[in-house]
């Protein structure tokens, strides 16, 4: 088997090669925070808990590891969908869905252990300039500066971490789709199973469910907080809805990736009849095109809505609820809190908006050649593509303001009911929406204008 995964894997690199870069993001992330770690076990184990650093560098391993596992679907779907012939010819020759998943698994590991090594190599400089700059921005003057080397364990258990985490993401979330399809090889899109059906709705509805008792919580005075507003202490009142306020971020981000697929398309069909879809062919085949491709859609705006609630979350969180020093402390508690936490996830999350875009322009060569052949001009191709781009930006941004909207009001209320002064303003529900907005529209439009301008090249050479 092994010897088919690497075979396979020389055949079909140029169908993953666009995903490698997530991966050495990815590898540069994870190995920026092990070779940290392993750097001041070396020379800095003598020191207490409060004076290592070794936190810094632990968080955004884990929350980017996770992250990675979570966006890896979107990159595998897309993949697969575009060498579906291959996997048809695989099954008919025997292949059950538990061995085609081990080959993308396989196929997926070895390039997490590629994409880890080259990402560990970029990311030794940057480790001191990390732990500089965390520290001197949140003014932990006494802890120690990291020295400048490169770890042999910590390269090792980086190239290993990414590889076993591809790996196991390669192999689950394959194996869900093959074994879907194993009842129509000709169709690796099909619709889930009963089951999977049933299963599914159970947890949109114990997700709605817990979002509604969490939201709930939060809008009365607790007992906890009844207790320290008896002793006059707003600060610490307010704190008591920490936990609450983590628990509507991650279950509002599980329940939109739950339901992405089925609102998306019906905002895109409402927001879009201000646009000229009658009356321009390119408005109207960028908006056709954004309907159809519903795999890339929620592949790309799932995890961006992710990414900006948490953003705003955390913002909320550590500069209007947690926030009980001078306004220079919490500015700078806040930024530290933003990088420990959320760096590493929005970071894959960008990365993974990049390598879908380019997976998914280069599948769109059939899509080209019939628009040419209906009488597009390169220009009007391009035009085409930043009208998609637009779509899918507006898109996230109305997710992305509805969504912190409810946030955004709790977080209002726990501030009147706990007597702290109001720090958030609501323009904030559109501030980090309003940021991912810009990169989506500029990711999508650029990638997708030069695969048009590549195409016309090589159709010229080929006349």
């Known amino acids: 088997m092994l010897r088919i995964i690497w075979l396979q894997f020389k055949h079909s690199w140029k169908a993953w090669f666009a995903a490698l870069f997530l991966f050495i993001v990815t590898g540069f992330l994870t190995g920026t925070c092990l070779n940290g770690i392993f750097t001041i076990a070396d020379h800095f184990s003598h020191l207490s808990r409060m004076e290592n650093p070794s936190d810094i560098f632990y968080y955004p391993m884990i929350f980017g590891v996770i992250t990675l596992f979570i966006v890896s679907s979107g990159v595998i779907k897309l993949v697969i969908n575009s060498m579906s012939k291959e996997y048809t010819l695989w099954t008919i020759l025997g292949a059950n869905p538990n061995q085609l998943a081990i080959l993308i698994g396989g196929q997926l590991a070895l390039l997490g252990a590629i994409g880890a090594f080259i990402g560990f190599i970029f990311a030794v400089p940057f480790t001191v300039a990390l732990d500089t700059w965390v520290t001197n921005l949140t003014g932990f003057v006494h802890m120690p500066i990291i020295p400048l080397e490169f770890s042999i364990p910590a390269c090792f258990w980086t190239v290993a971490f990414i590889f076993t985490i591809s790996g196991m993401a390669g192999y689950l979330h394959s194996h869900k789709l093959f074994v879907n399809s194993q009842t129509d090889i000709l169709n690796f899109k099909k619709r889930r199973s009963k089951f999977q059906s049933i299963t599914h709705l159970l947890l949109i509805l114990i997700s709605a469910l817990g979002l509604i008792v969490s939201y709930g919580n939060s809008l009365i005075v607790t007992s906890q907080a009844q207790h320290y507003l008896a002793l006059g202490n707003s ?10 306020l ?6 509002s981000i599980i329940l939109f990736a739950l339901v992405a697929q089925l609102i998306l398309p019906k905002i895109i069909k409402f927001w879009t009849q201000i646009l000229p879809r009658q009356t321009s062919a390119t408005v109207n085949t960028a908006y056709w095109n954004t309907m159809f491709d519903k795999n890339y859609l929620s592949s790309l705006i799932a995890p961006l809505f992710g990414g900006s ?8 969180i550590t500069s209007g609820i947690t926030n009980g020093g001078t306004n220079q402390e919490a500015t700078a508690n806040s930024i530290a809190s933003l990088v420990i936490y959320l760096g590493a996830p929005l970071l894959i999350i960008l990365a993974n908006v990049l390598v879908i875009t ?16 209906l009488g597009f001009t390169s220009t009007n191709a391009i035009v085409e593509r930043i ?13 992305g303001v509805i969504g912190n909207l409810p946030l955004y009001l709790t977080v209002y209320r726990i501030e009147v009911i706990t007597h702290k002064p109001i720090t958030v303003s609501w323009l904030s529900t559109m501030a980090w929406p309003a940021g991912l907005f810009g990169i989506i529209l500029i990711f999508v439009a650029a990638v997708g204008g030069w695969h048009v301008l590549r195409f016309e090249k090589s159709a010229e050479k080929q006349m």
């Open 246 to 251: 983590m628990i509507i971020m991650l279950l």
């Open 235 to 244: 600060h610490e009142a307010g704190k008591t809805y920490t936990q609450n």
């Open 358 to 373: 380019v997976i998914v322009s280069k599948q769109q060569r059939t899509n080209l050649n019939q628009l040419f052949l």
């Open 387 to 399: 009208m998609e781009a637009v779509i899918y930006a507006v898109t996230f941004f109305i997710c």
């Open 309 to 316: 609630f948490l953003l705003t979350g955390v913002t909320y």
